[in-house]
């Protein structure tokens, strides 16, 4: 069995592949280390032989995770490293290594499935864009906070927005004008995310007229996907670059 992390800034997503790697034999969601090893711990059968993760985080925390993972289950763990160019996509940033590897992953994955230009929005911790032309050439992207973020600032930067997550998941039933706090914050985040949606959107059209993919991936993309219904919806497209980055001999 092969174990697949992806470590974002807010969580971390995982999931257990069978031998063959065919088959999805368990997978979640966690906000530690520690629940991680808790949920693989609780998998029935569990036989793991390889890990491979990518990680946005510091070196120290992913060094942690892969220490912890090697006295746990005693298995060899492949990170996902950087380079200009890999699978006919090649790297737009000006120094390569700098680009988010959960990006790169998700771009990998995106240009594999569209086999041409793509557009691959992440909705996470950060909301982030990535345009990828036709010849597999990163034109660049965009970064910017994500709902978790848009909402904290509000709420640790004023003294009269404070409200729970309950009341913020009913808010977002409707998205007209709110009547209260909570639901001008919360919908009026979500309305931004909206708008950046159709920007990219309006960029890539610019960019390849009707001719390219709209991939949408991360935590929060059920909250925009509604609006773009010829996007697809790819949960783990991260998880399939990784298997590109990756692979396992
Ligand atoms: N099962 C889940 N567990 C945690 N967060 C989730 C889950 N499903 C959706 N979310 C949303 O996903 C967002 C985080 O997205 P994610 O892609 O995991 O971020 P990151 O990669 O930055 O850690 C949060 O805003 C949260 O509301
Ligand atoms: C942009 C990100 C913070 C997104 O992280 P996430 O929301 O997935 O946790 C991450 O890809 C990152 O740290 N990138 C490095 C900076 C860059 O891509 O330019
Ligand atoms: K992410």
Known sequence: MILELDCGNSFIKWRV?????????GEGVVDSDLALLE?????????LKFCRLVSVRTPEETHALIALLTQAFGISVACAAPAREMSDVRNGYEEFERLGLDRWLAMLGGYHLASGACL???FGTAVT??????????LGGFICPGIPLMRNQLRTHTRRIRYGDLAAERALESLVPGRTTVEAVERGCSLMLRGFVLTQLEMARSYWGD???????GGDADLVSGIV???????DLVFVGLAMACPLS
């Not at 990535?130 to 010849?135: E, H, K, L, V, Y």
């Not at 219904?229 to 949960?235: D, G, I, L, N, Q």
């Open 229 to 235: 219904p010829e996007a697809r919806v790819v949960p």
């Open 120 to 122: 691959v929005l992440d």
């Open 39 to 47: 949920s693989l711990k609780a998998l029935k059968g569990l036989a």
């Open 211 to 217: 001719d390219f993919t709209l991939f949408l991936t």
């Open 17 to 25: 592949l069978d031998a063959d790697v065919r088959r999805v034999v």
């Open 129 to 138: 864009a990535d345009f990828i032309a036709a010849d597999g050439e990163h």
